[in-house]
């Protein structure tokens, strides 16, 4: 039996609104106790926590590890070390992997690779649809019982309405969450940016709004009717937040997550193409990102997630149009979500709470929390620690992100993953 003393950290636990400097004590993986010490306890190891915060490990909603099937990109050992790196200890993966996530054989197979080499834990959510071709629904309830945390047809939308309100009776009756990423693929089109001035400005084709918010309005309506809990995926619009809003005002059983990097760029970074600002959803308007982070603020938006999307080299180096869209987001998540609070958007609870207790909400687990009973995944952040995002400090494969060179306040000194110490700043 190992047993850990953290001392007189500053304990935040959003999930049971505690923000307190005392001790906390972690006994054979679990969280024992908090402030006063268990009968007989005798550390094998202790932290000193003073001047940190110690809060519940963070979970990401949205984190493509690559594997199985694009490991030139990114691998589970790869990818979780840098999460581990920036406190996370829970990665929730879509389906598009190679092969989809559509089987039960494919969720053992990242179980047994998550085992192997992990530094953090991995919940793959399981296809809508079989190879997300968007037509024949998948075996929700073998992938239920293989440890799907929920249903997607990832970035990959159900353009038929009707073979979409029958998808989403189908999850009903298994309980499933569905995780909708929204979007009309014909009002898309073969755009690449947000269509605005910055579109004409560069000659780029451009993805309306309405693009997003069509889809909204349409899952919503389908959701009433069918009953099922669903999760909208990294929202980049403020019309989108609004119908979220309504829809919570009138009682339908309906979450959403924001990606960091929109809480922070707009379309303007595309400019001078910058093919590390080609992402999807797209970057939009300032308009836009103000009323994404009054979302975050509110709570009607209860999550914040990396969409981590890690690429090679040359998936970035073509002109803007030829590369691939998406950001290595894992080790900006915490840094960006804390800088809300520094820019006066958030609380420092409020912000713990979007990366801990919103998400664990959204997959309805006992986890995101520090309460005594509950596995011990813990981030210590040392908040006074003033540094800057170079290649040269990334863990991840991809190092395809536009804050390099951005300074950030507040670093990660150690991460536990079930009470086992997987992260610990200049010795890991």
């Known amino acids: 039996m190992s047993r850990i003393r953290i001392s007189n950290g500053r304990i935040i636990d959003p999930a049971s609104r505690l923000d307190q400097v005392t001790d906390l ?11 006063e010490k268990p009968a007989d306890f005798r550390p094998d190891s202790e932290i000193d926590a003073t001047g940190q915060l110690v809060c519940p490990g963070l979970i990401d909603l949205c984190a493509r590890t690559r594997e199985p099937g694009e490991e030139p990109k990114g691998t589970i050992a790869s990818e979780t070390a840098a999460a581990a790196s920036t406190g996370i200890t829970t990665l929730v993966c879509p389906p598009d992997t190679d092969p989809v996530i559509d089987t039960p054989a494919v969720i053992e197979l990242i179980r047994q690779r998550n085992e192997l080499a992990g530094k953090a834990r991995i919940l793959p959510i399981g296809a809508l649809t079989q190879d997300l071709n968007g037509e024949a629904l998948s075996e929700m309830a073998a992938l239920k019982a293989a440890g799907a945390v929920g249903i997607s047809n990832a970035d990959r939308p159900l353009t038929n309405t ?14 499933m969450t569905v995780f909708l990423r929204p979007e009309d693929p014909a009002l898309r089109d073969d755009g690449l940016v947000h269509e605005g001035a910055v579109s004409t400005r560069l000659g780029l084709p451009g993805i309306p709004d309405a693009a997003e918010t069509v889809a909204v309005a349409r899952d919503l309506a389908l959701i009433e009717r069918s009953g099922i809990r669903a999760h909208f995926c990294r929202l980049s619009s403020a019309r989108s937040v609004r119908l979220i809003a309504r829809a919570q005002h009138d009682g339908l059983p309906v979450t959403a997550d924001v990606a960091a990097h929109q809480l922070f760029l707009t379309e303007m970074d595309v400019m001078g193409f910058n093919s590390n600002c080609h992402v999807y959803p797209p970057l939009r308007t300032q308009r ?66 979007r990366l801990t207790a919103g998400p664990a909400g959204v997959l ?11 596995t011990a995944d813990i981030c210590l952040i040392d908040p006074e620690v003033f540094w800057t995002l170079t290649p040269e400090r990334l863990r991840g494969r991809g190092h395809n992100t536009p804050f390099i060179g951005w300074e950030f306040r507040g670093q990660v000194t150690h991460t536990l993953l079930n009470g086992r110490i997987v992260y610990q700043r200049n010795s890991s």
């Open 25 to 35: 004590y972690v006994v054979d993986g679990r969280i024992a106790a908090i402030g």
């Open 162 to 175: 009707l073979a979409m309100m029958r998808a989403l009776e189908y999850a009903a009756t298994f309980d």
């Open 288 to 353: 836009d990102r103000d009323a994404l982070r009054e979302a975050v603020a509110e709570g009607v938006v209860s999550v914040i997630c990396s969409d981590h999307q890690p690429h090679e080299p040359d998936a970035k180096l073509a002109p803007l149009g030829e590369t691939e869209a998406g950001i290595a987001g894992l080790e900006t998540l915490l840094p960006l979500t804390l800088r809300l609070v520094d820019e006066g958007v958030i609380d420092l609870m409020a912000a713990i709470a």
């Open 364 to 374: 309805r687990r006992a986890a995101g929390t520090l309460t005594p009973g509950n």
